[in-house]
Each structure stands twice: as C-alpha cells, then as structure tokens.
C-alpha cells in the first residue's frame, strides 16, 4: 500500500514560493513587457540560406550601415540560414534588405528564400483576438466547473490557471522570448493541460469524501493526490519528455512554442496540489458542500 505523503505539511512555504514567483512573473511583465513578434507588431521576415555558414555579427553590422538599424538577425536551423526581423509598415521594405544583403554577401551571397510582411492593423487584430480567445476559454472554463463540481471547486481551479498563465508569460517577459501566434497556441494548450491535471484530483477528493468519512479535508487532500501521483508523474514527465524533443530538436520556430509548454507543464503540475488544493482548504470545504439541497415537496391541500 502506497503511504500517504504530507503535501499539505508545506503549504504555507508553497504559498510563499507561490506568491514570490507570481511577483516576480507580474513586475517582469509590467516592466519588460511582452516580446510581441509580427504576427502581432506587423513587420517584415526575410529568410535567408548561404552558401557557407554566416556570421550573425557581420550580417548585423551591414544591415546597419544600409541604414537598417531595427533588425533582427538570428540562426535558423542550419547555420547557413538566417531570418531577419524588421518592424515596419513598408510593404517593399523585405525586397529593399534583400537587396542590400545580396549586395554586400561578397563571395558568400545570400539567397532569399521567403520574404513575409504583415501589417500592423493586422497584427493588431491578431493580437485583440488572441487576448480574447484566451478570455473565452477561461470563461468556458468556469462555466464547465460550476456545472461540473461544488464552486469552491471551481475557484480553486480557476487561481490555478491564472496563476499557470502569470507565471508563464513573465518568464517569457523576462527572457524577451519571442510572443508569436505559436506560443499563444502553447498558453491556451497550457491552461487545457493544467485544467485536466486539476480535475483528476478534485474528483478523487470528492469521491473521498464518500470513503473516508472520519478524515479531515487536510487528511483528504494528502490521501487524494497521493493516490493520483503516480498517474501525474507518468503524464507530467512523458509530456515534458515529447516537449524536451521539440525545444532541443525542433528548430527556432518551435522554441518559443515549446518553451512555452515546458514551463507551463511544470507550472501545472504544482498548481495542481499547492494552489488548488490549498484554496479548498482556505475555503473550508466540507462534506456537506457536496449534498446536493433537498427539494422542497409540494403540500397537497386538495380536500
């Protein structure tokens, strides 16, 4: 038989961890911002491929002296390919530094193999719309848990995902990770995620209360998310390991995607027993928030 593990004997050292880290996450995300790519600023993205590997430093500087100061320069994939990011509204402005860099590639010429613009109203479209979207689904979100469980249940679930999704994106903030329309796909995969995590515990703890009559809801808790730990360690760590291949593997376009979906895995997976088990128990939640309420018969007061 698997003994029990006293989660809940740290809690108050988890809610100071807790609330250290949402800080930090938060101050970073106000002072830093977010690294909005052009999905969302609009700009232009030129991808570039050399004959031989390039150096980063020498594209930078001529794209400067060309006069082209903003530019983002970084590997992609292999190290003969570039991508170069450049803020803007100018439609021509990816043929006007594609012709500049095949001007100054001397005898290792660069090959423009994809020139995109996106404009700003459009960015700013993506940006209004994917703010929403994450909204949306946090609402729907709450609607399915108060149908679902008690509503302490509920909040409890709900400060866990603000919480998963606070200190992701300030880890973001402060590495300056690129924010695309990808890792806005991994945030909302990260609140689905963290959300199922959650709920697997919620219902033992609620099917507990049937079983262990005498135990207190501290009691509870620990008892419920031992039985569900091994279950949570084989998903959390085969999850991480498919994510790890795509961090490591999958190239700069699926970094920032994956960065994303490592940090907010780990996020959930704490959030699950140290934020949404502790708010039930700041809540005092018993074994008669669980009775559904007896409905009231009708007096038959025909003669």
């Known amino acids: 038989m698997l003994r029990t593990i006293n989660f809940m004997g740290v809690r108050n050292v988890a809610f100071a961890v807790t609330v250290l880290l949402t800080v930090l996450a938060l101050f970073s995300w106000f002072q830093k911002g ?4 052009l999905d969302f600023t609009g700009g232009t993205l030129i991808e570039l491929t050399y004959e031989r590997p390039a150096n980063l430093e020498n594209v930078r500087e001529e794209l400067a002296k060309a006069g082209f100061h903003d530019a983002i320069v970084q590997s992609f994939g292999a190290t ?3 991508l170069v990011r450049m803020p803007g509204d100018d439609p021509l402005l990816g043929n006007k530094v594609a012709d500049a860099l095949k001007q100054v590639g001397g005898d290792n010429p660069a090959v ?3 020139v995109e613009f996106v404009g700003p109203q459009v960015g700013e479209e993506l940006r209004d719309q994917g703010g929403l979207g994450m909204l949306l689904a946090l609402g729907g979100i709450l609607i399915y848990l108060a149908f679902r469980f008690q509503w302490k249940f509920a909040v409890g679930a709900i400060i866990s995902l603000i919480h998963d999704v606070v200190v992701t994106l300030g880890i973001l903030s402060f ?3 690129t ?3 990808t890792v806005l796909a991994a945030v909302l995969a990260i609140i689905g995620y963290s959300l199922n995590d959650t709920i697997v515990v ?3 703890v609620r099917e507990n209360f049937r079983v262990l009559r005498k135990a207190s809801l501290i009691e509870n808790i620990n008892i419920s998310t031992t039985q569900t730990l091994l279950r949570t360690i084989a998903t959390s760590v085969s ?4 994510i790890a291949a795509l961090l490591f593997f999958g190239g700069d376009n699926l970094f920032g995607f994956s960065l994303a979906l490592f940090i907010g895995v780990m996020a959930g997976t704490y959030s699950s027993i140290y934020i949404a088990n502790v ?3 700041w809540l005092n939640l018993s074994s008669e928030d669980l009775i559904p309420p007896v409905k009231a018969e009708g007096v038959d007061d025909r003669p």
């Open 34 to 37: 977010l690294n909005f790519g």
């Open 80 to 82: 003969t390919d570039l």
């Open 112 to 114: 423009i193999k994809r």
């Open 175 to 177: 590495f300056q990770i």
């Open 179 to 181: 924010f695309d329309l």
């Open 202 to 204: 919620f219902d033992r």
């Open 239 to 242: 999850t991480l390991l498919a």
């Open 279 to 281: 708010v039930l128990i």
